[in-house]
């Protein structure tokens, strides 16, 4: 049974981002998903309990006790990148501000669970991978709503408290207990690692067909020529996060693995909860350039360290040289 479930992990892994396209069509060829919305916050609550189990808090008490980094870090993730996408916003989606919205709520986000994985693909610096992720969704409380005050309060209205509060309940506390479980239960844990992996995938495909469901109206008044021009910005969006990524740790002088982990975590980021949070407390709209993110976060992240690897072993060894 617990090998059965390992392979359709790995099985779903591989084909996930065809799921995603699935999910996202069945939500807009059944509008009436949107109805069951009100379960969305306790699918983000479960899916942060879940990725938190495989956390370790020793592996996040090694990585803090290098404070640089751990700045850099921050700095990166919390107004380099939100910065970035705001002036791509203001450049590109200044007539849509719901639209522009969205995408500086994109750069606000904790780091995606999966910026480990790819961190450990790439070889870069695992234990600070799962940092990323434990401590900027720790944070997320009141860090994401203190980023969008400061990008977005110029482009549509926003009171930060009600999404400090929901923050709290659905993202802060389930990883706190997340990760009190994990290191309670450790050997269980990692011994089950692909089956809880396998337990959130469908709560992830879930939300992102009724947010597809909760898009439908909203898609009827876009011209499918905008569209495509919005999934352009949001594709540059994205891999200028990643140049800009890698310029900064380059310019600080950090090797290989910490170089390629931290450009992960600056540019990856937990969609689901962006979706949530655009549902709940503000638009629908404004969860389409989160929905679009989606589609291209996983792709882009399988391939940019196989041109970012190669070119800095050479510079590296030119270096040495």
């Not at 509008?31 to 306790?42: H, K, M, S, T, W």
């Not at 899916?47 to 751990?70: E, N, Q, T, Y």
């Not at 990323?132 to 009171?159: E, N, Q």
Request: hydrophobic share 60%; aromatic share 12%.
């Amino acid at each position: 049974m617990i090998e059965a479930m390992a392979r359709w992990n790995g099985w779903l892994e591989a084909r996930f981002t065809w799921l995603i396209l699935a999910s996202l069509a069945f939500g807009m060829l059944c509008p009436g998903l949107a109805r069951v919305v009100f379960i969305a916050p306790y699918f983000i609550a479960l899916i942060m309990f879940l990725v938190a189990l495989r956390c370790r808090l020793a592996d996040v008490v090694r990585a803090l006790r290098s404070p640089g980094k751990i700045g850099l870090l921050l700095l990166l993730t919390y107004l380099v990148m939100p910065f970035f996408a705001w002036t791509m916003a203001k450049g590109f989606l200044a007539h849509e501000p719901q639209l522009a919205a969205g995408l500086v709520l994109i750069n606000s986000l904790p780091v995606a669970a999966t910026c480990s994985m790819w961190a450990g693909i790439a070889g870069g610096d695992l234990a600070l991978g799962l940092t990323a992720v434990s401590l900027t969704t720790l944070l997320s409380g009141l860090a994401t709503p203190a980023v969008l005050a400061l990008f977005i309060g110029t482009m549509i209205d926003f009171d930060p408290g009600p999404l400090m509060r929901g923050l709290f309940w659905t993202v802060m506390i389930p990883v706190a207990l997340g990760l009190i479980v994990g290191e309670r239960r450790r050997a269980f844990i990692d011994s089950h690692g692909p089956q809880i992996g396998l337990l959130v995938k469908p709560f992830m495909l879930s939300m992102l067909a009724i947010n597809a469901a909760l898009l439908v109206p909203y898609l009827q008044g876009i011209p499918a020529v905008e569209l495509v021009r919005l999934y352009l910005v949001v594709f540059m969006q994205m891999m200028g996060g990643y140049l800009l990524g890698f310029a900064i740790t380059v310019f600080f002088g950090l090797d290989y693995a910490a170089s390629i982990t931290m450009t992960y975590a600056a540019t990856m980021r937990n969609n689901g909860a962006g979706i949530l949070i655009a549902v709940s407390y503000f638009s629908p709209l404004m969860a389409l350039p989160i929905t679009l993110n989606t589609l291209i976060q996983q792709p882009i992240a399988s391939t940019i360290y196989k041109f970012y690897r190669p070119w800095r072993a050479r510079r590296d060894g030119l270096a040495r040289g």
